[in-house]
């Protein structure tokens, strides 16, 4: 057993932006007005895949309270992404997907703005549409991009056609593996796409005073939107201002650049402020972030003791119409195809493949859901094959501290065994049930996310601090958290501390609320600046009680002499003095963790993610009832088991696991796109994209395993936003299967599929 | 076609001139000046926009605001502030049942009026009385047991 790290209970503090957010008075971007503000609408391809023959835009630039048109042609011509550029703000030549932008409109009322959409004249020719991924894969298939040859692609990124990068993870020799194998299990398993759906839909306001803009976007990555403005538009970097009033949740459906140049770029035209809010449906269709759709084949060789010699595989990924940052997505899906486990020989060759259909980017634990449901299902099948139990297998197979995984890395201290036994005993796996009901198990594996980020830390005169950071609160309460980190390096309460956060062109820089990194990197940094005050406030206090600096501590909100607690001053009292000369300023940085090395690492298309730093591990045990005549699954009972190292904040670090699970239930049985033959959603809204409800509640519970880990984030916290997302689906599949006799093979599992998997 | 109107809103009341198409969120949001009540979808699909109508729960973006003329509409603004919360907005941020807060609102409205109709609900009742009520973010369980604590406290 991991041992637990000796920690003080986590004193309780109520979030910095709570009272703002309980009654009404936190500000969203759309409850923001500018005096002369603009209301910009877009007008979209609304066809899949189009040459583009005319747009039109003079009907619309005549109608009365219309003041800016933008097309293609008024702003630079600049293509753009990560790794894969193949993007323009508009349309040009070409339409690839449905949600994508022809033209924007800045008019005096959002009525006035769609009235001028409409009269934009927009003709066509239509082009087979790509939307299957295996047939887009063929040779003679038509292509989404007919320049892909020309993109200035960066880093080692096989392509081919359709196929917009390409990645393996390898290791031994898959095919002597497997024909050593007593036994060979293979199976297929599909995967559709679905959404973040954050309940804020996006907005964006922009404005202009000289050379410089101001944009307050509901962005989970303000950086990144502020470069992506920069380099689309043309602008220097210190130009550009993002700032991010309160997020109304993101789930990676906000990460990355999305529309705050097309405002901006309005804005700039009109001189007038322009703001543009999304409906619902535009919020399902045109943002560059939805979940991947994705096939898996699996093929696992077997001895008859219970172990896995080898395993192939075959991913393919849908990317969409553009490469958001979907680049890595194989890597990291073939990395969850071979899961947490030991095994020998591996060879799994993943595809991001292009279709006409919205882009895929990072939603929450982007690929993992799907691939650990791919996975995982497959796993309790091997066990089946064998006739062992499910459970039993994976404490046989999963990977421990000091083995070996899929790409060769060995694994430190880890708390994988301890969440299977930890999730399994909670919920009593193994006792009797009724003959609808049964408890499926699944196993779960992320990375952390080491990266640079910095952070100011401050205490005025009176001894209050002043938080001030590049980092994103997208509701995780990670920002909220470092109040905690703060306060502690000080001996102070985390309630004296406010944050400052979100705003470019204040906090330093940080990646944003993605990669499940805030705590690891800017925690860090927050510790680092806490310390220099730490260290500035044991001199003063050194020279008033007449002690060495090195004998003061800090705590209960006062300096003191180490075992002379009489001797002592208060923290104000020395913010006092050093007010009047040198300032208690911290700035923090901090050196990332190291990503391990993996010597002789034999991956094709290495995107950087097959080695992973302070790796997280998960398991999920899913109680489910079944009503065999509606194919209707009931979740009744979710025991978690985590290791995201040390947990710091535990009723945020709670709140991260029940979301996790509640998202994780939609995705096994209701979340998935669907799309009409001519390749547009059919089901853009929320009546007909069902997210769970309070009445589908399950009761949750979690077991934090907290692994003393070394390379990771503050008192060895890893990441843990993500994590809990990516086993719930997969638990339940085991679940149903075991009631159904077999897998549900496709992902969501709805009544209708599990109905007929029964027959 | 427009029509002239006064809105009662947490106890102050407004002359509007409002066209009798738009919705009481619209004009809650634009013409008084009230944003605490969001928009989180197209059509009476999330219950950010909850708020009471005569004590009532609506949907305001599915009600029309001339509806509202002579009935008493209370809105997130009209129950605490921050330094003397309404023990549902205080148990909602010590439950944790707070992430990104756009929910916030109209589940803290929903809780509201069920909690003034039935001041000791069951677990179930709490969860099928904030059915309509969506929230990405929590997993409910949390939120569940910030209005479990607060019908106790308002008991
Ligand atoms: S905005 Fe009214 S129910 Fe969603
Ligand atoms: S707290 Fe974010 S939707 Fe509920």
Redesign the interface.
Known sequence: MANATEQKPAPRFVRADGPDKVTGSGRYVADMSLTGMLHAKFRYAGVAHATIDKIDTSAAETIPGVVSVLTAADVPDVIYSPVVPDRRLFAQDVVRFEGEIIAAVAATTPEIAQQAVDAIVFEYTERPVVDDLEAAMAPDAPLVHEDWESYAVTGDTPRDRNVATFSSIAKGDADAGMAEADMVVKGRYVADGCHAAPIEPRGVLAQWEGTKVTIWTSTQVPFDARNGVCETLGLASNHVRIIVPHLGGGFGGKCGFHFEAHIAALARDARRPVKLVFSREEEFIAPDRRRESMIVDLETGLRSDGTIVARRGWVAVENGAYTADAAFFPQLAAMHVAGPYKMDNVKIDASLVYTNRQPSGSVRAPTAPQACWACESHTDELARALDMDPVEFRKKNAIDTGDTGAVGQVYDEIGMQECIEAATSAIDYGKDLPENEAIGVAIGWWPSFPGPSGAFVRLDADGLGQIVTGAQECGTGAVMTLRQLAADELGMDPEDFQIIYQDTGVGPYDTGATGSQTLLNNGRAVVDAAQQIAEQLRVHAAEQLEAAAGDIVLVDGAAHVAGSPDRSIPIPALAEVAAEGEQLLGKGSGTPPAYPDIPGMNCVGDQGVAAWAAPQFSCHAVHVRLDPDTGVTRVLNVSCAHDSGTIINPIAAHGQVEGGVMMGIGQALTEGTQYSDDGRQLNAALLEYKLQTFADLPTITTAFIQTPTTEAGPRGAKGLAEAPNVPTAAAIANGIAKLVGQPVRKLPMTAERVWEASQ | MTHEMNLAVNGTTYPLTVDVSRNLLSVL?EEVG??????????C??G?CMVLVDGQPVNSCSYLAVQAGGREVT???G????DD?HPI??K?????G????????GM?MSAQALLSDNPNPSGEE???G???????????????QAITEAAVEIR
């Open positions: 949001r009230l944003t605490g009540t969001k928009q989180g979808c197209d059509d699909e999330c950010a809105t997130i603004e129950l605490g502030t921050a919360m907005q205080a909602m941020l010590e439950a944790g707070v992430q990104c807060g756009f929910c916030t609102p803290i709490i969860r099928i904030l059915s309509g009520n969506l929230c990405r973010c929590t997993g409910y369980q949390k939120i569940l």
